[in-house]
Every structure is written in structure tokens, then in C-alpha cells.
């Protein structure tokens, strides 16, 4: 199994950046997608943004125009930008590798604050 570490969360002030990152252990090959997720308190768990070893990107409605996913390909670490960040960003950030006919991995989540 995949196993991942994520870097970058903090606190922030409205309208700060972050950028999160997620690096793979081991080799990945073939077809699989790598995103992220977040989860506030009380809230389900939901898709913030996704990336396929295709290059399609997916972006959630709410964060499209501000958080942007990249992937450095000598590395196959994902990197998801956030801008112009809001209080209702506040939540627990998670990576997350899948790939056909293998369990899916998670991080260990990293926490980003927005708060003034």
C-alpha cells in the first residue's frame, strides 16, 4: 500500500495562502488519481480537488479560481495551492492515492485555520 505525507497546513488569515503538499512513498505506476479532501468538524468528509496520472484536474465548485492541484512528475508529489482563502476552508486536509483493484491510501491529514 501507498503510504503518504502531507506538509503544509497552518493558520492563516483570510485572504492568506497555503500550499499543501503530498509526497508518495515508493513507486507508482499505471493509471490512478491522487486528491484531496477536507473534513470540518461535524461535517462529511468532501472532494476539494483531484488529479489523474492522466493530467485531468477536478476542482470543487466551491474552491475553483482560488486552490489549484499540480503534480511534480519527477517526484509524484501533488501540491494543492490556496488562495484567497475563507473561514469556511477551516477544516482537515487529507491526501489520498487510489488506483483499480487496490485499497485506497490515505494521509494523516494536516490542519488549515482561517481565522483572523
Known amino acids: 500500500q501507498v503510504q503518504l505525507v502531507e506538509s503544509g497546513g497552518g493558520l492563516v488569515q483570510p485572504g492568506g495562502s497555503l500550499r499543501l503538499s503530498c509526497t508518495p512513498s515508493g513507486s507508482i505506476f499505471g493509471e490512478y488519481i491522487m486528491g484531496w479532501y477536507r473534513q470540518a468538524p461535524g461535517k462529511q468528509r468532501e472532494l476539494v480537488a483531484a488529479?489523474?496520472?492522466?493530467?485531468?484536474?477536478i476542482h470543487a465548485n466551491s474552491v475553483k479560481g482560488r486552490f489549484t492541484i499540480s503534480r511534480d512528475n519527477a517526484t509524484n508529489t501533488v501540491y494543492l495551492q490556496m488562495n484567497s482563502l475563507k473561514p469556511e476552508d477551516t477544516a482537515v486536509y487529507y491526501c489520498k492515492f487510489g488506483k483499480s483493484g487496490v485499497k485506497d491510501s490515505w494521509g494523516q491529514g494536516t490542519q488549515v485555520t482561517v481565522s483572523s
Open positions: 488529479l489523474t496520472s492522466g493530467g485531468t484536474l
